[in-house]
């Protein structure tokens, strides 16, 4: 079974930038897309998600504002949106869609962005430890839990150009880089490290700015977190460069499932 993570920097340019193709190279049975910037009635007139999948939606408040959506070819039982949580209760930036389907659950997360402002960098530690504690319950569950999205996090050296010029830069901040440590160490599992192993330097986004994309200066910061259960199935990882230089600034990242 295979499951597509994206962060698709604004749906209705994506869908200008041709991403009905990569849909159906994917052949995906759950992808979950993040920063979709758009509500059902703003997407292009004539145009519909591909064939065979169901779809959810979940919506900022705040018009072109981040946003998740997933669509799924295999039945969804259950929808629930946000984590009930004080510091945006009611999920009001769309951020979080999960998903329950027969035998898995499913995740998307699009974590906020620390930006250079200290109110926003507050905003979103104090979010992240929220959502810590909100997926604590999943990682006992005895079925897969596949957690995924844009994270705004690149973890250690290995996922990040130039560690040491972004040292003070939000994403890579000690203490996020801590705060992911601990996630891992509950007992998470970082689908795409434990495939490749420590050393492979493979990004999944990159700055608009200067020649980021043609000399690789990315940050890997999408992610697939498993528990033990989705862990023991997995069969494949990859991350689709090629997306993101044509269709976003961030690349899709790609888990096979073996159930």
Known sequence: MRFVSWNVNGI?????????????????DVVMLQEVRALPEQLPKGWGWPEGYEVHMHCAEKKGYSGVATLSRVPVV??????????DFGDSEGRILITEHQGFT?????????SNKQERQEFKENWMDEWRAFLAPYLKMDTPVIVCGDLNIAHTEDDIWNPKGNAKSSGFLPQEREWFTKLLDEGWNDAFRN??????????WWSNRGQARALNRGWRIDYFLLNEAANAMVTNFSIGRQGGIYVSDHAPVILDLEF
């Open 12 to 28: 209705r340019a994506a869908i200008r930038k041709g991403i009905d193709g990569y849909f159906q190279s994917f052949d995906a």
């Open 78 to 87: 259950m929808v629930k949106t946000g984590m009930e949580g004080s510091v």
């Open 106 to 114: 499913c995740i998307n997360t699009y974590l906020p962005s620390g």
């Open 195 to 204: 495939h490749v192993g420590e050393g492979e330097k493979i990004y999944s």
